[in-house]
T-cell receptor, first 116, second 112 residues
């Protein structure tokens, strides 16, 4: 399967614990996006990378959240001191950016986080 | 916050009927897209319509865009039980696609 993959698919943690999610984009895609989706709502943008550079961050990305893409391939999203409000589906997407054309984003299956 | 609102929030129809979902948005856009999401899964891109286009077709899908009213509609013709899913519109403010802003979605159920 050459699509976007995310690991783990499900994570249950206790409030106050740290969690880390991983996203592997489609090979050769230079852009990688993180979104968060709560139950019954549409996804909300968190941040995106072009290669290893983090170019934009949403106000939703509090200081407890950190994302990295160290080698411009896979990315990790870490949440420190988790809160019950962090419970959501975390979606990753990737695209190949060309300056003069629209770049479709391909989404992974998501990581569902439950904070008890 | 969500860019737009989808209407209706939920829709239940019989197999073979057409399903129409509407999306409204607030700011100027470069393009608008529709995505499908099966329960608990990731999103699948269905169709993109640019701001200078008024209508687009793809198989059983027909999308319209009215930039003066800041609204779009998605029509699924001859629906099938397999079309049961949530449908989201998403807007992109520029051609770079830096971020997508999604609506709240329409949950479609197609009864066999």
């Amino acid at each position: 399967d050459t699509g976007v993959s995310q690991d783990p698919r499900h994570k249950i943690t206790k409030r106050g614990q740290n969690v880390t999610f991983r996203c592997d984009p489609i090979s050769e895609h230079n852009r990688l996006y993180w979104y968060r989706q709560t139950l019954g709502q549409g996804p909300e943008f968190l941040t995106y990378f072009q290669n290893e550079a983090q170019l934009e961050k949403s106000r939703l990305l509090s200081d407890r959240f950190s994302a990295e893409r160290p080698k411009g391939s896979f990315s990790t999203l870490e949440i420190q001191r988790t809160e019950q409000g962090d419970s959501a589906m975390y979606l990753c997407a990737s695209s190949f950016h060309l300056a003069s054309s629209y770049n479709e984003q391909f989404f992974g299956p998501g990581t569902r986080l439950t904070v008890l | 916050s969500q860019q737009g609102e989808e209407d209706p929030q939920a829709l239940s129809i019989q197999e073979g009927e057409n399903a129409t979902m509407n999306c409204s948005y607030k700011t100027s856009i470069n393009n608008l897209q529709w995505y499908r999401q099966n329960s608990g899964r990731g999103l699948v891109h269905l169709i993109l319509i640019r701001s200078n286009e008024r209508e687009k077709h793809s198989g059983r899908l027909r999308v319209t865009l009215d930039t003066s009213k800041k609204s779009s509609s998605l029509l699924i013709t001859a629906s099938r039980a397999a079309d049961t899913a949530s449908y989201f519109c998403a807007t992109a403010a520029n051609n770079a696609g830096n971020m997508l802003t999604f609506g709240g979605g329409t949950r479609l159920m197609v009864k066999p």
